[in-house]
């Protein structure tokens, strides 16, 4: 029987929490904020301490480990669990005061550093399963940072099992931790050669047993609008305002449905994220989103659509649309190699939970590592509310997250 003790992974997630690691999304460095480099560098000391000899951490904030196979067995891939260490810049990260209730009791918990921030059944199903057990939450100024140091907590949880158990067989386990995912850039320095993996799993889900072999596909769109710009005492019949039309197309897109307030379920979207620019010049930046790529062709379309027929509105107004791809559905490359979705479903079930498959209306490192080699789906941890005052964590599920990874392990060395 694998066991890992709830209260063990709760007292390591609470010292992580603890330290920014905010990522920056106006930052073009590597990584986008230093002090994510902070926790990278604890946790490097910390796999050295549990005896793990092949540990590093470079320049770029990403920590590498290998736990060695034990097996007689020569065939086993290396698998990767993979976490990462930043977190999200919409709520406030700094000076997080994790707060661990041990038995919740399911009464309203109200948060104290602001008592408008109150966490309940009603607003919060999921807490019904967590009676008697520990919740963990931030105090009402901040996120918590489950997304995604429960992930951290886990894989690190995992890995002193296996130096602590070495009966427990298993391949060459590789351990990685990203900076910047939240910002959409945990791939963009990964070195895969010095990784040295097959296949991995991100723990970067939410309620226990859920696993996630589908995402988004993704792409940036970016409108620039060119108008007329002529002295505005002299404009009239002569200026054409890019601002104004940039107004003009966003008035214009959808109001009941196709963006991500309306939509749900396998339903693609477009949201615009920013507007910059002057009289002369405008830009408009949106993300766009569908589970497939002929989908994802249609909104393009249908949103180049839409913004030609307003700037043909204005007499010599022009625009420009260009198209920058962000990621792609995981489960293009995941249905190639079904054994390991099958493989984590099973260590799922081995770990007492029932399987909850789910696709991902966002993505995941492993959306781009599926890409770039290695198949990669998402495992649970149990964060809720993620990117809010009001998120919080299950204890159980981290552990039960934790003993995934062992079961996963070893199933990968039983089945090769």
């Given at each position: 029987?694998?066991?890992?003790?709830?209260?063990?992974?709760?007292?390591?997630?609470?010292?992580?929490?603890?330290?920014?690691?905010?990522?920056?999304?106006?930052?073009?460095?590597?990584?986008?904020?230093?002090?994510?480099?902070?926790?990278?560098?604890?946790?490097?000391?910390?796999?050295?301490?549990?005896?793990?000899?092949?540990?590093?951490?470079?320049?770029?904030?990403?920590?590498?480990?290998?736990?060695?196979?034990?097996?007689?067995?020569?065939?086993?891939?290396?698998?990767?669990?993979?976490?990462?260490?930043?977190?999200?810049?919409?709520?406030?990260?700094?000076?997080?005061?994790?707060?661990?209730?041990?038995?919740?009791?399911?009464?309203?918990?109200?948060?104290?550093?602001?008592?408008?921030?109150?966490?309940?059944?009603?607003?919060?199903?999921?807490?019904?399963?967590?009676?008697?057990?520990?919740?963990?939450?931030?105090?009402?100024?901040?996120?918590?940072?489950?997304?995604?140091?429960?992930?951290?907590?886990?894989?690190?949880?995992?890995?002193?099992?296996?130096?602590?158990?070495?009966?427990?067989?298993?391949?060459?386990?590789?351990?990685?931790?990203?900076?910047?995912?939240?910002?959409?850039?945990?791939?963009?320095?990964?070195?895969?050669?010095?990784?040295?993996?097959?296949?991995?799993?991100?723990?970067?889900?939410?309620?226990?047993?859920?696993?996630?072999?589908?995402?988004?596909?993704?792409?940036?769109?970016?409108?620039?609008?060119?108008?007329?710009?002529?002295?505005?005492?002299?404009?009239?019949?002569?200026?054409?305002?890019?601002?104004?039309?940039?107004?003009?197309?966003?008035?214009?897109?959808?109001?009941?449905?196709?963006?991500?307030?309306?939509?749900?379920?396998?339903?693609?979207?477009?949201?615009?994220?920013?507007?910059?620019?002057?009289?002369?010049?405008?830009?408009?930046?949106?993300?766009?989103?569908?589970?497939?790529?002929?989908?994802?062709?249609?909104?393009?379309?249908?949103?180049?659509?839409?913004?030609?027929?307003?700037?043909?509105?204005?007499?010599?107004?022009?625009?420009?649309?260009?198209?920058?791809?962000?990621?792609?559905?995981?489960?293009?490359?995941?249905?190639?190699?079904?054994?390991?979705?099958?493989?984590?479903?099973?260590?799922?079930?081995?770990?007492?939970?029932?399987?909850?498959?789910?696709?991902?209306?966002?993505?995941?490192?492993?959306?781009?590592?599926?890409?770039?080699?290695?198949?990669?789906?998402?495992?649970?941890?149990?964060m809720q509310n993620i990117h809010s005052k009001l998120e919080w964590i299950g204890t159980k599920d981290m552990a039960k997250a934790a003993e995934t990874i062992v079961h996963l392990s070893m199933i990968w060395e039983e089945k090769s």
């Amino acid at each position: 029987m694998i066991y890992i003790s709830p209260d063990n992974i709760a007292e390591r997630f609470v010292r992580y929490v603890q330290i920014d690691t905010q990522s920056d999304p106006t930052s073009t460095a590597h990584p986008s904020s230093e002090k994510q480099k902070d926790l990278s560098k604890i946790l490097h000391r910390e796999l050295l301490g549990m005896g793990i000899t092949d540990a590093t951490n470079d320049e770029y904030g990403y920590v590498y480990a290998t736990i060695p196979g034990n097996s007689d067995k020569k065939n086993i891939p290396a698998i990767c669990f993979c976490a990462h260490v930043d977190t999200a810049p919409d709520c406030s990260g700094t000076n997080v005061k994790p707060i661990h209730r041990r038995y919740y009791d399911g009464a309203d918990i109200v948060l104290p550093d602001d008592t408008s921030q109150v966490l309940s059944i009603s607003a919060s199903p999921y807490l019904k399963e967590h009676l008697n057990h520990g919740v963990i939450t931030a105090s009402g100024l901040t996120l918590l940072g489950a997304d995604d140091k429960s992930g951290v907590a886990a894989v690190m949880e995992a890995a002193l099992y296996f130096m602590q158990y070495p009966s427990v067989k298993h391949g060459d386990i590789k351990i990685l931790f990203t900076p910047d995912e939240e910002v959409g850039q945990g791939t963009a320095k990964v070195d895969m050669q010095k990784l040295g993996a097959q296949f991995g799993y991100t723990l970067d889900g939410g309620e226990a047993g859920s696993l996630e072999d589908e995402t988004f596909s993704a792409d940036a769109a970016i409108i620039t609008i060119s108008g007329i710009i002529v002295h505005p005492g002299y404009a009239k019949d002569k200026l054409v305002n890019a601002l104004k039309i940039a107004g003009a197309v966003l008035d214009a897109l959808p109001k009941n449905e196709w963006s991500p307030e309306t939509t749900s379920g396998r339903e693609g979207f477009v949201h615009p994220v920013a507007v910059n620019g002057i009289a002369e010049k405008a830009t408009i930046q949106f993300i766009v989103r569908d589970f497939t790529i002929t989908g994802l062709q249609q909104h393009h379309d249908r949103l180049k659509k839409i913004a030609a027929e307003v700037v043909a509105c204005f007499s010599g107004a022009t625009m420009e649309y260009t198209i920058a791809e962000q990621y792609r559905n995981m489960k293009e490359v995941l249905d190639q190699h079904p054994e390991v979705v099958a493989y984590a479903a099973e260590a799922i079930q081995r770990a007492g939970l029932t399987v909850k498959k789910e696709s991902i209306r966002g993505g995941t490192d492993g959306s781009r590592f599926s890409y770039i080699g290695m198949p990669c789906p998402n495992i649970f941890t149990g964060m809720q509310n993620i990117h809010s005052k009001l998120e919080w964590i299950g204890t159980k599920d981290m552990a039960k997250a934790a003993e995934t990874i062992v079961h996963l392990s070893m199933i990968w060395e039983e089945k090769s």
